[in-house]
């Protein structure tokens, strides 16, 4: 179960927000009575990038056993 401030990944790519499926995120709102979230992507300095809601079915949590995985954004 999926919930704030839970790490999760994203599972396909939102090219208007130059997010790549993989890209981590947290969870910041978790919505009552639907499977939906508000997830905040950041750089590796915490500046926020995009706060975005997305469906269960666009995000899973991160395994234990994954390792995470560092690409620069064309524009901040």
């Known amino acids: 179960m999926i919930q704030e401030l839970n790490l999760v990944v994203l599972g396909r790519e939102l090219p208007e927000y130059e997010l790549k499926a993989g890209d981590v995120g947290t969870v ?3 919505y009552k ?33 994954e390792i995470l995985h560092v690409r620069s954004l064309a524009a901040v």
């Not at 639907?34 to 269960?56: N, Q, R, W």
Request: cysteine-free; glycine content about 8%.
């Open 33 to 65: 009575g639907v499977k939906m979230f508000e997830v905040e992507f950041v750089t590796g300095e915490g500046a926020t990038v995009v706060v975005v809601t997305l469906s269960h079915r666009d995000i899973r949590p991160i395994h234990q056993q």
């Open 28 to 30: 910041v709102h978790v």
